[in-house]
């Protein structure tokens, strides 16, 4: 019975744990190619350069579980980090009020967008692709202009190690461990795992798909917000920057898909997501060791992201039956 | 009689909302009705309404295309890369731009129709390669990429009647899609894959095949649609795509097409390519900062669709 339980757990978990294989060859090359001696301050540097698009994976995995998509995540991390750049300096008292607002502000943009999408009924898809215009609209004025105060002190508390360990990854851990794993076993979130892998029946067995759908997309923007407060704290200013957040949107979903989940719901999860945006993390640093021309930097890392979304999403690989293909 | 009732519900009210949007636009400033001033709106709508064409199609299909924006780039780059390349190729160069523009729309539809790639993955990737190879192409600065005298023709001049040449284009690439969907097989094809591909399959539909077709046609127009934005600003750029992926999808949806495929009519579409240009106008009549813009134009999407877009409800 238990070598069935932990073969039964190895077939759930192989798209996280490909991912995990494919990131510790890549990271290793990378430390073993690495021109300076490994020191906390490379793994230091690495990890916060990662950890916001960890953080936004993570959010953006929440609402694909449920077979949604939220495109507003990128809009969300901008708007966090602009009202952090005017809120997160001065006193302590102060700092604390601002990080709180920050926070607040994302769980409240993922509130709006889940009541619009199950109250509203209207897609996910187009639904946060407008909101994420409104939340843009905020963002910009906010900070019309890049700059702002962040308060260095909470800058330099969490953006350097503790313990010999980068702190944004204890932060990442932190998530992992004390939001991910009980939202996971708890009603609501086996709720958004059984609205994506079959709603009606979801909704027939007594499952509270609208709860469950909603609390998702706040989870999203809970998430969001936190990256964008960490983006804040990195660079020590804001920016409504729109390529910025559309491109850390369309990163999360590869994230998302490189670690394993499925974009039609239902499986997947926050581990496979964090592990997708390291991979995608990596591909960057990997050819800065190697030297590769600065030209052809962007045809490589589109190249290997082309690839690695492929096969983390091929399901030609995975099928039984002919027909399964057109569903 | 109701089924059509209900399809052309979403069309009514987008155009009602032109109304609308008209009106307000007319107490800010009354020239904002003008013909002059119109026919200029239709003009600009006419590079979204060209790059939204073939959107469409494959939205129908219930799939995506993110790579949209690097492949207007891509297609306005190579056309102007051609066209350096002496007379012939000038005369060549918006042809040879279309045809970079169907070989990415082939791969597109090869990597969904074959690998069974997720459509809004693999264009996610397809986008960034593209971004790769331009990057490359243009070695990082911005080489010679002036439009050729014909681009500008057809992107800025008038010549009948003294309507803009886009809005001619774009009324020809309307009536062709137009009549494509409605009266031939493939369009037929199209509706019943974006309802049901398995059923479109066994009902012996080639359905690969009419995927790669979408995903083709939406590769020309997008790079038709990069020409002219070449014509009209003089040259191609890096990005210039970038603002037009997210209107496009806009546009589409707010004229009635359905997001998840299957249900929507082309004059949908053309509805909702004027509506957001002249609501985005209307706005910049109203010199409203860009942080307004952005919400107004949020909200009045949510608002709208909230109005003619809901779904239905799951039951069972």
């Given at each position: 019975m238990k070598a069935r339980d932990a073969r039964l757990r190895l077939a759930q978990n192989t798209g996280p744990l490909l991912a995990?294989?494919?990131?510790?060859?890549?990271?290793?090359?990378?430390?073993?190619?690495?021109?300076?001696?490994?020191?906390?301050?490379?793994?230091?540097?690495?990890?916060?350069?990662?950890?916001?698009?960890?953080?936004?994976?993570?959010?953006?995995?929440?609402?694909?579980?449920?077979?949604?998509?939220?495109?507003?995540?990128?809009?969300?991390?901008?708007?966090?980090?602009?009202?952090?750049?005017?809120?997160?300096?001065?006193?302590?008292?102060?700092?604390?009020?601002?990080?709180?607002?920050?926070?607040?502000?994302?769980?409240?943009?993922?509130?709006?967008?889940?009541?619009?999408?199950?109250?509203?009924?209207?897609?996910?898809?187009?639904?946060?692709?407008?909101?994420?215009?409104?939340?843009?609209?905020?963002?910009?004025?906010?900070?019309?202009?890049?700059?702002?105060?962040?308060?260095?002190?909470?800058?330099?508390?969490?953006?350097?190690?503790?313990?010999?360990?980068?702190?944004?990854?204890l932060l990442l851990v932190g998530v992992l461990v004390f939001l991910w794993l009980p939202f996971r076993r708890s009603i609501v979130g086996r709720g958004c795992y059984?609205?994506?892998?079959?709603?009606?029946?979801?909704?027939?067995?007594?499952?509270?798909?609208?709860?469950?759908?909603?609390?998702?997309?706040?989870?999203?923007?809970?998430?969001?917000?936190?990256?964008?407060?960490?983006?804040?704290?990195?660079?020590?200013?804001?920016?409504a920057s729109a390529p910025q957040g559309g491109a850390y949107t369309l990163n999360s979903i590869a994230a998302v898909v490189v670690g394993g989940s499925s974009l039609f719901g239902g499986s997947g999860g926050m581990v496979g997501s964090v592990i997708g945006a390291f991979v995608l993390r990596t591909i960057g640093d990997l050819l800065f060791v190697f030297d590769a021309p600065p030209l052809w930097q962007p045809l490589f890392e589109g190249v290997i992201l082309l690839g690695a979304v492929s096969l983390g999403a091929s399901r030609v690989l995975r099928i039984k039956n002919r027909l399964e293909l057109f569903t | 009689m109701i089924a059509i009732k209900s399809i052309d519900k979403p069309i009514l009210i987008a155009s009602g909302f032109i109304v609308v949007v008209l009106a307000i636009g007319s107490t800010i400033n009354t020239s904002f009705i003008s013909p002059t001033y119109l026919l200029q709106q239709l003009q600009v709508a006419a590079f979204l309404g060209i790059i939204a064409s073939g959107m469409m199609l494959v939205i129908l299909l219930g799939q995506i295309d993110l790579s949209l924006p690097w492949t207007v780039t891509t297609g306005a780059m190579m056309a102007t890369a051609v066209a350096r390349l002496g007379p012939w190729g000038e005369a060549l160069a918006i042809p040879a731009g279309m045809l970079c523009g169907l070989a990415i729309g082939i791969v597109n539809g090869f990597g969904y129709a074959w690998l069974r790639i997720p459509s809004m993955i693999f264009t996610?990737?397809?986008?960034?390669?593209?971004?790769?190879?331009?990057?490359?192409?243009?070695?990082?600065?911005?080489?010679?990429?002036?439009?050729?005298?014909?681009?500008?023709?057809?992107?800025?001049?008038?010549?009948?009647?003294?309507?803009?040449?886009?809005?001619?284009?774009?009324?020809?690439v309307t009536v062709v899609l137009a009549l494509m969907l409605r009266t031939t097989p493939f369009g037929r094809y199209v509706f019943a894959i974006g309802n049901r591909e398995s059923a479109a399959y066994l009902s012996g539909v080639r359905t690969r095949s009419v995927i790669v077709g979408c995903f083709a046609v939406n590769g020309v127009t997008a790079a038709l649609g990069g020409v002219m934005l070449t014509g009209y600003s003089t040259k191609a750029y890096q990005g210039m795509g970038d603002a037009y992926l997210l209107p496009a999808i806009a546009a589409i949806v707010l004229g009635g097409t359905s997001i998840l495929g299957g249900k929507g009519q082309y004059i949908g579409t053309v509805i909702g390519v004027i509506l957001i240009v002249l609501l985005q106008s209307m706005l910049s009549v109203m010199q409203m900062p860009e942080a307004g813009r952005q919400i107004i134009y949020g909200v009045v999407i949510v608002v709208m669709l909230l109005v003619y877009g809901r779904g239905a409800k799951v039951h069972s």
């Open positions: 995990l294989g494919v990131f510790v060859a890549m990271f290793g090359l990378f430390l073993y190619e690495h021109p300076r001696q490994i020191s906390v301050n490379v793994l230091t540097t690495a990890s916060n350069k990662a950890v916001v698009l960890a953080l936004v994976a993570m959010a953006q995995t929440v609402p694909v579980l449920t077979r949604g998509l939220d495109l507003s995540v990128g809009s969300v991390m901008t708007m966090a980090t602009c009202i952090s750049s005017v809120l997160v300096n001065g006193s302590p008292g102060h700092i604390a009020f601002g990080v709180v607002v920050v926070l607040l502000a994302g769980l409240a943009a993922g509130a709006v967008n889940g009541a619009i999408v199950v109250i509203g009924r209207i897609q996910p898809i187009i639904a946060t692709l407008a909101t994420g215009a409104v939340y843009f609209g905020i963002a910009l004025l906010l900070r019309p202009s890049p700059g702002g105060d962040v308060s260095e002190g909470l800058s330099n508390a969490l953006t350097y190690a503790t313990f010999g360990i980068p702190t944004t990854f059984a609205a994506g892998s079959a709603e009606g029946a979801a909704y027939m067995s007594g499952v509270a798909v609208g709860r469950s759908k909603i609390v998702a997309y706040m989870f999203a923007g809970l998430l969001s917000a936190l990256a964008g407060l960490l983006l804040s704290l990195v660079a020590l200013s804001g920016e | 996610l990737g397809t986008n960034a390669v593209l971004q790769g190879l331009m990057v490359l192409y243009t070695g990082g600065f911005a080489p010679q990429t002036q439009a050729t005298p014909l681009m500008q023709f057809i992107a800025v001049q008038k010549s009948v009647l003294g309507v803009p040449n886009a809005l001619y284009i774009w009324i020809v």
